[in-house]
């Protein structure tokens, strides 16, 4: 009977009590077939009768819980008996399971640990990108003692992904020292996020042009800055350290003055470094002499190489083309301008009669306009040249040719060198700012015009067919302001430009213009999307002589730097001021100054959402100076030094640096 019970017992769900386990439903279960197994076994040994079984046996517990209590001994000792190793298994198991249950833990939690420290430590250690977003100052660096020239330059000195601003002025003297043909002068280099002073440099004289570019992309570390002076100075200056890499020798100029800024040539000397070419004017007489420099070590590459140039004017270029074919010509002129194969000057600065295989190529359009006699010089254009730009061509990788004078503004094919379309504009002195205004993606043209006295016509020029797509006339009494642009995401180009202060109210109405002091020019911002309205960003006392815009390219956003002389008074030289200004946070800063009426009226409200989602981002076609980029017609364009004869009077003050670079994408 008890073997029964205990094999009756070993039932699935009920396991013995030494194994650890136990389910109460399962348990319940087992309860039950427990005591109908119990029954039916009585039933067929025939039942119970008088408390004896028919064997005559001692009779069966009255209660479950003497049969439970009666049956416990016998469970233990089947199950001891039966199944010795699986409590020990079992055991063993749970041993097991608990150790790998917590080694995983610790090693979870350790990690965990480490993590958090980890990243804590970066935390602390790594440095956030500078936030420049409402980045706007203004730094006053005391009076500058003279000097007509206003170089300015953006380029990113310190690492840290903001562009600092280089500039150099004239310091003031009480008198001239013995054997110092002008007044000393200084090259600082500003912060671009705060404005403080990174560096200075004494230079011997006035700078005329400052150019900060490399030299050498992806082998030399650092960028150059290579400064031109007003007489003969030269020099290349570390951009980290503002020390003098090497310095042109005066010797090399010796009957000849500087009289444009350098220009960069690919590598003449198959040394692995871009290599310079300089423009001096003789002193005696008017010859025009090149000179070529080799970029690693500021020595004259051969002898100077001089050409006799008949013509009445400022001095054009020289700047470096390079057409479909690879050929490379250098333009420049008096009044007109000439170009001259690069193959020509080095042959004859070398004194040889072979040159670099990258030289010796030709273009068979230009050839064609030398003259009868086969001089070296090739006739481009000749009727009262003022300003010479070289724009990208909308439908293949060659520039063209915008030529400025008094009179008209005439676009030339670069490879055919024919006129693209021709623009009559009497009175136009101010040099174009290329940019984005229609739809077709071809550059269009931002222009000034002398409008009567006191007042300046605004006017945007389509690059395509060359007419007038937007005008406007406002007062100002400067007499050269500078004009720039910045490309958008969209590829939309905002234009930005002095001019007194404008009237918001409706132009039907009694309000009349230009009621400020002379003195205060604001600085307007024209965006195509909107033609008839100007926004009212800034506005500075004093001469705006420079101006430069910048890309954040993290923000993406755009900053402009101003260079601004203020009145001086008698006595005491004009104070100069440096500031900085975030156009996205003066876009929702600004005013709306409507020009005319429109249908239906465009809203405050309507403004500042299309504002808000403007994104700045680089381009080789911002702002209106722009270096090679080494490709076919890669000097797009270039600042033009007007040089009148015999006084070299100051250059363009409307003038943009922005150099396309390709070890770390500024233009």
């Given at each position: 009977m008890a073997t029964v019970l205990s094999r009756a017992l070993k039932l699935p769900g009920k396991k013995s009590p030494d194994l650890g386990e136990y389910d109460p439903l399962t348990q319940a279960d087992s309860d039950e077939s427990e005591d109908d197994l119990v029954l039916d076994l009585q039933q067929k040994n025939g039942g119970v009768k008088n408390g004896t079984s028919p064997l005559g046996e001692a009779p069966e517990p009255d209660s479950d819980a003497e049969v439970a209590g009666a049956a416990k001994p016998?469970?233990?000792?089947?199950?001891?008996?039966?199944?010795?190793?699986?409590?020990?298994?079992?055991?063993?198991?749970?041993?097991?399971s608990s150790i790998v249950?917590?080694?995983?833990?610790?090693?979870?939690?350790?990690?965990?640990?480490?993590?958090?420290?980890?990243?804590?430590?970066?935390?602390?250690?790594?440095?956030?990108?500078?936030?420049?977003?409402?980045?706007?100052?203004?730094?006053?660096?005391?009076?500058?003692?003279?000097?007509d020239l206003s170089p300015l330059e953006l380029a990113d000195v310190n690492g840290d992904g903001l562009r600092d601003v280089l500039l150099s002025f004239v310091t003031p003297r009480n008198g001239s020292a013995v054997g110092v043909s002008g007044p000393p002068a200084v090259l600082v280099c500003l912060s671009g996020m705060n404005g403080s002073t990174l560096w200075s440099s004494?230079?011997?004289?006035?700078?005329?042009?400052?150019?900060?570019?490399?030299?050498?992309?992806?082998?030399?570390?650092?960028?150059?800055?290579?400064?031109?002076?007003?007489?003969?100075?030269?020099?290349?200056?570390?951009?980290?350290?503002?020390?003098?890499?090497?310095?042109?020798?005066s010797n090399s100029l010796s009957n000849g003055t500087l009289a444009a800024p350098v220009v960069v040539l690919p590598d003449v000397d198959e040394d692995?470094?871009?290599?310079?070419?300089?423009?001096?004017?003789?002193?005696?007489?008017?010859?025009?002499?090149?000179?070529?420099?080799?970029?690693?070590?500021?020595?004259?590459?051969?002898?100077?190489?001089?050409?006799?140039?008949?013509?009445?004017?400022?001095?054009?270029?020289?700047?470096?083309?390079?057409t479909a074919n690879g050929a490379v010509y250098i333009l420049f002129g008096f009044g007109n301008i000439h170009a001259v194969a690069l193959r020509d000057i080095f042959v004859q600065a070398q004194n040889r009669d072979s040159s670099p295989p990258s030289l010796q190529i030709e273009e068979p359009e230009w050839e064609k306009r030398r003259s009868i006699n086969l001089s070296e010089l090739i006739d481009i254009y000749s009727d009262g040249v003022e300003l010479l730009q070289m724009v990208k061509a909308p439908d293949s990788n060659c520039s063209n040719l915008l030529i400025t004078t008094s009179q008209v503004l005439v676009l030339l094919r670069g490879q055919s060198l024919t006129p693209y379309w021709t623009l009559r504009l009497p009175g136009l002195h101010s040099q174009p700012t290329p940019g984005y205004f229609t739809d077709d993606q071809t550059?269009?043209?931002?222009?000034?015009?002398?409008?009567?006295?006191?007042?300046?016509?605004?006017?945007?020029?389509?690059?395509?067919?060359?007419?007038?797509?937007?005008?406007?006339?406002?007062?100002?009494?400067?007499?050269?302001?500078?004009?720039?642009?910045?490309?958008?995401?969209?590829?939309?180009?905002?234009?930005?430009f002095w001019a007194e202060g404008l009237s918001a109210a409706p132009p039907n109405s009694d309000v009349v213009l230009g009621t400020e002091p002379p003195g205060l020019h604001h600085l307007y911002l024209?965006?195509?999307?909107?033609?008839?309205?100007?926004?009212?960003?800034?506005?500075?006392?004093?001469?705006?002589?420079?101006?430069?815009?910048?890309?954040?390219?993290?923000?993406?956003?755009?900053?402009?730097?101003?260079?601004?002389?203020?009145?001086?008074?008698?006595?005491?030289?004009?104070?100069l001021v440096v500031s900085k200004l975030s156009l996205r946070w003066a876009l929702m800063e600004g005013q709306m100054v409507q020009l005319k009426e429109t249908a239906p009226r465009t809203g405050r409200g309507e403004l500042r959402r299309f504002l808000s989602r403007i994104k700045f981002v680089d381009s080789p076609l911002q702002g209106l100076v722009m270096l090679p980029r080494w490709a076919c017609g890669s000097y797009t364009e270039r600042r033009i030094a007007s040089l009148k004869m015999p006084k070299l009077p100051s250059p363009t003050s409307c003038g943009l640096t922005q150099y396309s670079r390709a070890y770390h994408g500024k233009r």
């Open positions: 016998h469970l233990s000792e089947v199950t001891t008996e039966r199944y010795p190793a699986e409590p020990l298994g079992g055991l063993e198991q749970k041993a097991a249950s917590y080694v995983r833990t610790s090693v979870f939690l350790l990690t965990l640990v480490v993590s958090m420290v980890l990243v804590l430590v970066c935390a602390f250690l790594i440095p956030c990108p500078p936030r420049d977003l409402h980045s706007t100052w203004s730094r006053h660096l005391g009076p500058q003692g003279g000097g004494p230079l011997p004289e006035e700078a005329r042009d400052i150019t900060c570019l490399d030299l050498m992309p992806g082998s030399m570390p650092g960028t150059i800055c290579l400064v031109t002076g007003t007489h003969k100075m030269l020099s290349a200056f570390n951009a980290t350290s503002g020390k003098a890499i090497w310095t042109l020798n692995g470094v871009r290599d310079l070419v300089v423009l001096a004017v003789g002193e005696p007489q008017p010859d025009l002499c090149f000179l070529l420099v080799s970029g690693r070590t500021g020595r004259p590459v051969g002898r100077p190489v001089k050409y006799s140039v008949v013509g009445v004017g400022n001095l054009i270029g020289p700047q470096v083309y390079i550059l269009d043209f931002l222009l000034q015009i002398q409008d009567g006295a006191g007042m300046k016509k605004m006017m945007v020029v389509d690059g395509d067919s060359g007419s007038v797509v937007w005008s406007y006339s406002a007062p100002c009494h400067m007499e050269r302001s500078p004009t720039t642009s910045a490309v958008t995401s969209d590829q939309k180009s905002v234009f930005l024209l965006h195509p999307a909107f033609p008839s309205i100007l926004l009212d960003l800034a506005n500075a006392t004093g001469t705006v002589t420079a101006s430069e815009v910048g890309i954040n390219d993290l923000w993406k956003d755009a900053f402009y730097v101003t260079r601004t002389t203020g009145p001086s008074s008698r006595g005491h030289p004009a104070p």
